[in-house]
């Protein structure tokens, strides 16, 4: 779909998707341990929506030792 320049906008600008495996491993695990994006993002010193999307990319995957990321 084609749409004049004005109207189009780079959503997620500003963050930063580079992730060691090792900050992966870590977020998954104080998530699983049911510790809140905001506390993960402020013990590893990222944007919540990054961990966020980390989670996301993880799920995805398919990885499995993920708890679910909302509930039904």
Do not use: C, Q, T
Not at 51 to 71: N, T
Request: net charge positive.
């Amino acid at each position: 779909m084609d749409m004049p320049i004005d109207e189009k906008i780079i959503i997620l600008d500003g963050l930063d998707f580079l992730w060691s495996k090792k900050d992966i491993e870590h977020v998954v695990s104080m998530h699983n341990k049911g510790y809140h994006i905001k506390d993960i993002s402020k013990d590893i010193n990222r944007n919540p929506a990054e961990v966020l999307l980390a989670l996301v990319d993880v799920a995805v995957k398919g990885k499995v030792g993920i708890r679910p990321l909302v509930k039904r």
